[in-house]
């Protein structure tokens, strides 16, 4: 089964969720590395993704009282819920009068049953494969090309993950939520390897709306 | 003697003394229930730190503080407003976490204590 069916599983999960309980207003499912595997359309990018940073943070200094499975707000405009879903999160916003705790029982038995159903038609667990963070410089140069270009050592830990399958794509995504896609080759110019960089063509820093010296997330794709 | 000024300007800082007063004893009344571990009280001035094992002191006040860092954040990306409470748990221990007065208020309890009973204490 390819990411793309699993995430849809999950997708569709989340509407049913939204259905079933109109006070839901945005719901999502991360990983623990951050990686968010589904959400529902009305969410943005960025908002997301300073929330799971922020509970990334929080789960780091979790293990004082074992773990982190859930974390609940109630505020007065509204609440929010994250609860450990086997080896995922759920988090979900809701309005301020949602009975939560009923949301709760709800998405306790609906998710994980979800997620066992799709380990039963997949036996082997999906890899997400973790994002990376690399800072951006510049291509220049008569053959520059549009390839993007990392460290060689980054290429082959990438091939590991892929069980040594070559690494020819990756997926760029600024910190703006700018995405796109090219392929990858190892950094050329010996002066500029091992600094964490990601060479990129203008081309493809003008379509991400990024600049030398920025951050961009880098995904692995193998052939 | 006291000018009429004075006394207008002494009497709120008298009212959050008394607040601040009544809180700390009901904490400490909560600190005397069943499951309950500890808490952690801190406002711009000074921090007060009451748990059970000693060797948790440093653990425990790290995320509490982490705690309300991460929620500003998250309540900001979601306009959730302003917080009333907030409830951690983790496979053993559970964190209920709130603002009374400028106090951060964080209590360390058993998975099996109600919070909601000692949020209504603590807001009583």
Redesign the interface.
């Known amino acids: 089964m390819s990411e793309e069916i699993y995430v849809n599983a999950l997708k569709n999960t989340l509407t049913e969720i939204k259905n079933i309980s109109p006070d839901v207003?945005?719901s999502f499912i991360f990983t623990e590395d951050g990686t968010i595997v589904a959400r529902d359309e009305d969410v943005e990018n960025m908002?997301?993704k300073?929330?799971v940073?922020?509970?990334q943070?929080?789960m780091?200094?979790?293990?004082?009282?074992?773990?982190?499975?859930?974390?609940?707000?109630?505020?007065?405009?509204?609440?929010?819920y994250i609860s450990r879903v086997n080896d995922m999160y759920l988090a979900i916003?809701t309005s301020a009068n949602a009975d939560v705790a009923y949301l709760r029982s709800i998405v306790n038995v609906i998710v994980p049953t979800i997620l066992k159903l799709l380990k039963t038609v997949a036996p082997t667990p999906l890899k997400f494969m973790p994002s990376q963070q690399f800072v951006v410089d510049i291509l220049t140069g008569l053959f520059a090309g549009d390839s993007a270009q990392v460290d060689e050592e980054r290429l082959m830990e990438w091939a590991n993950l892929f069980d040594g399958k070559d690494i020819n794509e990756i997926e760029i995504e600024s910190f703006r939520g700018k995405k796109t896609v090219c392929n990858v080759k190892k950094i050329s110019d010996s002066k500029l390897q091992g600094k964490g960089l990601i060479l990129l063509s203008e081309k493809t820093c003008r379509a991400l709306e990024i600049e030398k010296g920025d951050f961009v997330k880098v995904k692995p794709r193998a052939s | 003697m006291t000018s009429k000024n004075e006394f207008q300007e002494s009497l709120p800082k008298n009212n959050i003394q008394k607040r601040n007063g009544t809180l700390s004893i009901k904490l400490q009344n909560i600190k005397t229930k069943g499951g309950i571990i500890g808490y952690i009280i801190r406002n711009q001035k000074s921090a007060s730190v009451d748990v059970k094992d000693p060797t948790?002191i440093i653990?425990?006040a790290?995320?509490s503080s982490?705690?309300h860092?991460?929620?500003e954040?998250?309540?900001?990306?979601?306009?959730?407003?302003?917080?009333?409470?907030?409830?951690?748990?983790?496979?053993?221990?559970?964190?209920l976490s709130l603002t009374i007065n400028d106090n951060r208020i964080s209590i360390?309890m058993n998975k099996n204590v109600n919070h909601n009973t000692i949020y209504k204490d603590l807001q009583s």
Do not use: P, R
Not at chain 1, 60 to 80: H, P, Q, Y
């Open positions: 207003k945005y908002s997301l300073k929330a940073y922020s509970f943070n929080l780091e200094k979790a293990d004082s009282i074992g773990g982190l499975n859930a974390l609940s707000i109630n505020a007065e405009k509204g609440k929010l916003t | 948790k653990d425990y790290l995320l982490t705690l860092d991460s929620v954040n998250m309540i900001s990306s979601f306009e959730l407003g302003k917080v009333n409470n907030i409830v951690i748990e983790g496979k053993d221990v559970k964190v360390f």
